[in-house]
């Protein structure tokens, strides 16, 4: 478990000299699939790509392994793996070489689209026409609503630390590689992701936004409407 | 609980004659959370607009109730809401009249865009690289994956009963209104939801394209391909 | 020629008194479609809701007009029309009451969605891999490309007048009326309009992120990755 | 002027030993502006990557186009672009190597974005709720309207050609690589581009959903529909 990058090569190199064709290699970080491809290729060992999900709280949860590589790789480290994972249904052999970190990378766009979605529920909620507690939203939701998840349980608990107006948090989304290669993808398949793209662009959209002049598209729509309908230019404090 | 619509204003009529302001109703079903605020200003009676989300599963798991109107009234009904809801977690009063299904139409944009966003990562996972089994994956992803959700297992009983391909299921989505009362409230309120949007103009679209010449802005931009590159004009048949 | 809304009613009733089936009244303002169907219902003259483009610029250029109504009337006054519009060709009869604004109400959702689209370009090619000149760069476009079009030449003055970083013109995109109204519409006749919705989202975004804690979406995905990965919290300054 | 690709290194490997450092070569086709860099370092000649706008038209009415390379190689061939052209407005120096093919493919995602405006606009129109002659708008539109284009002399035209209901223009529209690698650039730089990404994927839709079972994430949420409410399945025919 070393982080994605260039540290599962050097990890891999400095490795080299000690593995052959009985051990096996897992890399359970986030890396990209062509990667794990290609480092499956060129390592003499048995390479698994292991996506893992479940955070921190996995730790205590049991986390949820995709799996891609050999299968008899994958049998001989089941032990482990149901004990890393909530259990059996836990971890799962997706398919060859790469095929882990695909289905964990499109796992991660779609975790992108589910907090964008609730997000926006959450917004029309605050911004709407009643004074809501939006922790006893969610509570309520949590309980028996089609919507109920894991992330609508950490939306409650952010609501009870932060309050229903999420306080000092910024409009700051960090992150965004595997959102970003899962649109990539979805582009070479030719799969529209419209809602997993949109997701990605808010992401982009909070980080352009927060200092500076904002973003160039929307000064350029606000100059546009002085240009033909000599609409007042909203102006930047100098 | 009586269908959404002239039903309920037709039930509220029979009663009508019944009711004082000792008696309470509620509403149950999916009615737009204007038609809640007009109702309970002209009923006698103390009037409880009640979101309701669980579906038929509900019935056993118990409901997720999301209530709306006068504080003594819910609190006169919590016994039933106890009784149909999962527990006391499971309602909860929003707000004053109409909150309740404010809030309950809220959650059902959500849902468009939940499902949407699974919809998404699947159809990635089904064109993609691999070959994959997608109850599998699902049943991995709800064992511990930051994704897991009631939403995911009902994909995961899907491959199940429907196979990894789902088999002769139509793309063709149904229904539309309260994920259409969510956009309208959104744009009445100036928030942006291109999630909840994106998921609603899905079904549009696959209502659009099963029969029929098409979606017709994709038809222009074929017929201009030709206008401006002569690129050869896709044709339909006779 | 009155601005729209409640404007329009007023100076209809002043002119009650004074209209018969033989007047022809002109509402060349931005109403809804709607109201012009109903005022023509409710007024004694022959009502023509004319849809009118091409802003200030339009007194020298020629307007184009959108006329719904009798087509007796729209003939009768078809010289008023010749001298205000770029010529014969700068108007037509679209069909009955309603549809000149009609008409007029999907141009503008359309010239949302066209400015953000030029929006986007030249967003990403100020902050893309090279150091260009933007006016250069519409101007050569305004000179032979497929995207050529009055627009763009208005982007072209827009980088002439404010320079290639649009000094101080802010992010902040004011309006939204007609836009709405198209998305509205859409909804209706569930056509799908991503395009002209997410022009539209944008100017909501711009609003809501120039002051403030920003959207409330995005707030609630920072504190998630909190929840699910421990990600440090971006927060506000106090 | 080869076609983008392989032939464009063949081409280059052809000329490989007639050329030398006082030779200019010029690719004026839709080269990856990362290609052509990359072959500007190769080539002992100067090269210029042209992006070139205006199709087939074009040789009439002159082309716009986008240089990029060593300024003294763009200065000696002046009076050629003078020439293929619209004239000196119509073709200018983008910056170096790469630069005019980077301009280029911004412009075509660009294009992509306004001919899905105008036609969600036009899609609208043909839906909603008046009978109209599209020819007529269209028209009406490019004398004075606000949103004049030559791409809406060209939804004219097919209106014209086609008939107001496009007659038998299929619902697929083909191509989609330059819009592909200006979302791939626009991930890249973290630029939003919400429109340009929408319209592709219109284009991918419209190629998923003639033949075969359509959209699986809309297949998902069909059955999904089922899981949850017990709404009917819609099925394909066997």
Redesign the interface.
């Known amino acids: 478990m070393v982080p994605a990058g260039e540290a599962v090569d050097a990890a891999l190199e400095d490795l080299a000299g000690h593995l052959d064709g009985d051990d096996v290699v897992v890399d359970g970080g986030n890396s990209h699939?062509e990667d794990s491809v290609r480092r499956a290729e060129r390592t003499a060992a048995a390479y698994l790509d292991c996506g893992t999900?479940?955070?921190?709280?996995?730790a205590q949860?049991?986390?949820?392994?995709?799996v891609?590589g050999p299968e008899w790789a994958y049998r001989e480290l089941e032990p482990v793996f149901d004990a890393v994972?909530?259990?059996p249904?836990?971890?799962?052999r997706?398919?060859?070489a790469?095929?882990g970190h695909?289905?964990k990378m499109?796992?991660n766009?779609?975790?992108y689209?589910?907090?964008?979605?609730?997000?926006?529920?959450?917004?029309?909620?605050?911004?709407?026409?009643?004074?809501?507690d939006l922790e006893?939203?969610a509570?309520?939701?949590?309980?028996?609503?089609?919507?109920?998840?894991?992330?609508?349980e950490?939306?409650e608990?952010?609501f009870r630390e932060?309050g229903s107006?999420?306080g000092?948090?910024?409009?700051?989304?960090?992150?965004?590689s595997t959102g970003?290669w899962?649109?990539?993808?979805?582009?070479a398949?030719?799969?529209?992701?419209?809602?997993?793209?949109?997701?990605?662009?808010?992401?982009?959209?909070?980080?352009?936004?927060?200092d500076g002049?904002?973003?160039?598209?929307?000064?350029?729509?606000?100059?546009?409407?002085y240009?033909?309908?000599?609409?007042?230019?909203?102006?930047?404090e100098?």
Do not use: K
């Open positions: 699939f999900s479940g955070g921190p709280a996995g949860l049991g986390f949820s392994l995709m891609g994972a909530t259990g249904d836990g971890h799962d997706m398919g060859p790469g095929s695909y289905v499109v796992h766009g779609v975790e689209a589910l907090m964008q979605a609730y997000g926006e529920g959450f917004e029309l909620l605050a911004e709407g026409r009643y004074d809501l006893a939203v509570r309520t939701w949590n309980n028996g609503a089609v919507i109920r998840s894991w992330l609508l950490l939306c608990e952010a932060e107006d999420l000092t948090v910024a409009d700051h989304v960090a992150g965004g970003t899962t649109v990539q993808e979805a582009l398949q030719e799969v529209p992701v419209p809602l997993i793209y949109a997701a990605l662009s808010e992401r982009f959209d909070s980080r352009a936004t927060g002049p904002g973003r160039f598209s929307r000064r350029l729509a606000n100059r546009l409407r240009g033909f309908g000599r609409h007042e230019i909203a102006r930047r100098g």
